[in-house]
């Protein structure tokens, strides 16, 4: 038997992880070991009860102010001996949070192989999305197998040197996912609420969007939807408390825009697949929503999912009060352009991500 180690800490993680773990499960030749570093909480333990995952070790880093260097440190410090005892034949890791940098780089100090799950993402800016692009790249350099969603993907790490054998394209587990969250008689208070309108969806989180860009949004989103009144906007907000202060701030007294708790990822999926499209900063929206045909306007000013764009789901429209606003409108108001970007081509793969990765760790450790 081979162990393998799934570390994972916030929620995005949580929910492209889960189903490779049960994956992994299924498999007689592996001891799965999983791991939690608690960078979340609530949003965490929610997909990890949906997808009947128990770890065996959790961190509980999470503070309510938490800064860079707090997780970081805090991982370093607690991976160190959970790495040491376990001594895995192999770690997973997934994309970009601080979680995935600071465990793949404890396995290199202990000389572990790292397996990096949603690999070779990448914007041409260090910076941008912070500090995302650099957990990526950081990772990228330590890993003895990458896993990219896409071909893009792939391309960006042979651009940096990464050995073509090492390199193996799955599409994205994000998509896995979606087979076990979505239902055909999906049923909700929120949406009954809805019904008569059409419903926006709305998350925002961003560290780099926190301030005068997240102002930017929501004061377009506020006019936009006092323009129009056949939309309804959803907005299950972030439980960053950073988020919620802005979010307050713009947000109030708007009846038509419902501002409420982090949905569950069963519930997520479901309201997008009910939404007539989505407007976000989120990184994992952005691979959903090609595959569920919901456009989404991407609040940022770049996007690692240039697949998406290209395929014609996703219109970067950055952080501008005035252009998000007019963007809006126009999504609302041409309905030939709305159904090109309903109608694209998901580019993330057929749902079959996990038994892929299985497959490969199979041969690659002998088990
Ligand atoms: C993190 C990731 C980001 C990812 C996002 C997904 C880093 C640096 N950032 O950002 O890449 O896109 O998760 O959501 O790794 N909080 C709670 N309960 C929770 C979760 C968060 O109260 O279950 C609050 C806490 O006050 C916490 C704050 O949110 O301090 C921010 O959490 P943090 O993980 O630092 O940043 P995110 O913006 O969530
Ligand atoms: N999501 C969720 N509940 C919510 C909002 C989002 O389950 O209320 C899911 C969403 O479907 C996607 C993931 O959370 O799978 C995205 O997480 P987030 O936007 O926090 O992080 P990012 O993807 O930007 O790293």
Redesign the pocket.
């Known amino acids: 038997m081979k162990k393998v180690m799934i570390v994972f800490g916030t929620?995005?993680e949580a929910?492209k992880m889960c189903p490779l773990v049960l994956e992994l499960q299924s498999r007689k030749c592996f001891e799965v070991v999983v791991c939690v570093t608690g960078q979340h909480k609530e949003m965490l333990d929610s997909v990890l009860e949906i997808f009947h995952v128990v770890p065996k070790f959790n961190l509980n880093i999470m503070k309510e102010q938490q800064d860079l260097s707090d997780i970081t440190c805090g991982i370093l410090q607690g991976m160190k001996d959970i790495l040491k005892a376990e001594m895995p034949d192999m770690v997973l890791v997934h994309g970009d949070t601080s979680t995935t940098f600071s465990v793949a780089l404890e396995c290199f100090y202990l000389g572990i192989p790292v397996g990096h799950v949603e690999a070779g993402l990448r914007t041409d800016n260090i910076k941008n999305p912070f500090p995302e692009e650099w957990n990526r790249r950081a990772v990228g350099l330590l890993s003895s197998l990458h896993f990219a969603p896409t071909k893009q993907a792939k391309q960006n790490l042979l651009k940096e040197g990464k050995r073509d054998e090492d390199i193996y394209v799955t599409g994205n587990t994000?998509i896995d996912a979606l087979k076990t969250t979505l239902s055909e008689n999906y049923k909700h208070p929120m949406l009954k609420w809805a019904e008569d309108s059409r419903l926006i969806l709305i998350?925002a989180?961003r560290r780099e969007n926190l301030g005068q860009p997240m102002r930017n949004m929501f004061r377009a989103i506020k006019r936009t939807v006092e323009k129009y009144p056949d939309i309804k906007a959803i907005y299950?907000i972030?439980m960053n408390p950073k988020v919620r202060a802005i979010a307050n701030d713009e947000l109030a007294e708007c009846d038509r825009i419902q501002i409420i708790e982090?949905?569950?990822?069963i519930d997520?999926?479901n309201f997008m697949k009910a939404s007539y499209f989505i407007l976000t900063d989120?990184?994992?929206?952005q691979e959903?929503a090609p595959a569920l045909g919901k456009p989404v306007l991407v609040m940022r000013d770049t996007t690692e999912r240039p697949e998406g764009v290209n395929a014609g789901t996703l219109k970067l429209v950055g952080t501008k009060e005035e252009t998000i606003y007019n963007e809006f409108c126009t999504l609302l108001d041409d309905y030939e352009a709305y159904t090109m970007m309903a109608n694209a081509q998901n580019p993330y793969g057929d749902g079959t991500a996990c038994i892929q990765i299985a497959d490969v760790l199979m041969e690659w450790l002998g088990a």
């Open positions: 929620r995005p929910i994000a998350t989180h299950p972030h982090p949905l569950n990822v997520f999926h989120s990184g994992g929206i959903e």
